[in-house]
């Protein structure tokens, strides 16, 4: 069973990074052929795909949000992280991490919890 766990801070100032992690267990990252995925939702809004770190180690962004994200990873500890630079209130959110199909694109079948991030001085 796998499990995926979001970590990092839930308040973070304006113009500042936010830094979030993605702990998983019960499966590797490097296993072909898995995403391992951002997703945020803002209030009231849908969910928004941020970008992946692919089993091989590639990343894929949203092109609305790739100028100021990177995603890496640790595979050693089996985890991977987000970074939004610039941040503003519009990147309020609850932010998720999840593992994707690599073959079916936009299809994720585990999903961490969730994690509320608020942007505010």
């Known amino acids: 069973q796998v499990q995926l766990v979001e970590s990092g801070p839930g308040l973070v100032k304006p113009s500042q990074t936010l830094s979030l992690t993605c702990t998983v267990s019960?499966?590797?990252?490097?296993?072909?052929?898995?995403?391992w995925s951002w997703i945020r939702q803002p209030p009231g809004k849908g969910l928004e795909w941020m970008g992946a770190i692919a089993y091989s180690g590639s990343t894929y962004y949203s092109p609305s949000l790739k100028s100021r994200t990177s995603i890496s990873r640790d595979t050693s500890k089996n985890q991977f992280t987000l970074q939004l630079s610039s941040v503003t209130p519009e990147d309020t959110a609850v932010y998720y991490c999840?593992?994707?199909?690599?073959?079916?694109?936009?299809?994720?079948?585990?999903w961490g919890q969730g994690t509320q991030v608020t942007v505010s001085s």
């Open positions: 999840a593992r994707e199909l690599g073959v079916v694109a936009g299809t994720y079948d585990y």
């Open positions: 019960g499966g590797s990252i490097t296993t072909n052929y898995y995403y």
